[in-house]
Nanobody
Framework: QVQLVESGGGLVQPGGSLRLSCEASGINFNTYTMSWYRQAPGKQRELVASIDSSGSGNFSDPVKGRFTISRLYYRNTVYLQMNSLKPEDTAVYYC?????????WGQGTQVTVSS
């Protein structure tokens, strides 16, 4: 059974930081591209950042220079470090694992940026 369990969301003031974690089980973690998506109320889910099996990362334009993505292979965990948070970063953040035609999602974690 595949499980992706996110944690680390919460309420933070503008300019603050949060680190999201996603622990995977039931997959060969080393072979999957891991990604973070987010969905704000009334908006479509969008890709935030991804990291492939070799550790190469990509970021969407709105978060470039503020977010970093990393993975710890021995912990089957991917992280999203979010700095200089803005109110427009408020959303539910979802972890995704993808390889070829296989795609799995976590349950999501809420991030709220507000003063």
């Amino acid at each position: 059974q595949v499980q992706l369990v996110e944690s680390g969301g919460g309420l933070v003031q503008p300019g603050g930081s949060l680190r999201l974690s996603c622990e995977a089980s039931g997959i060969n973690f080393n072979t999957y591209t891991m990604s973070w998506y987010r969905q704000a109320p009334g908006k479509q889910r969008e890709l935030v950042a991804s990291i492939d099996s070799s550790g190469s990362g990509n970021f969407s334009d709105p978060v470039k220079g503020r977010f970093t993505i990393s993975r710890l292979y021995y912990r089957n965990t991917v992280y999203l470090q979010m700095n200089s948070l803005k109110p427009e970063d408020t959303a539910v953040y979802y972890c995704n694992a993808e390889r070829a035609a296989l795609s799995y999602w976590g349950q999501g974690t809420q991030v709220t940026v507000s003063s």
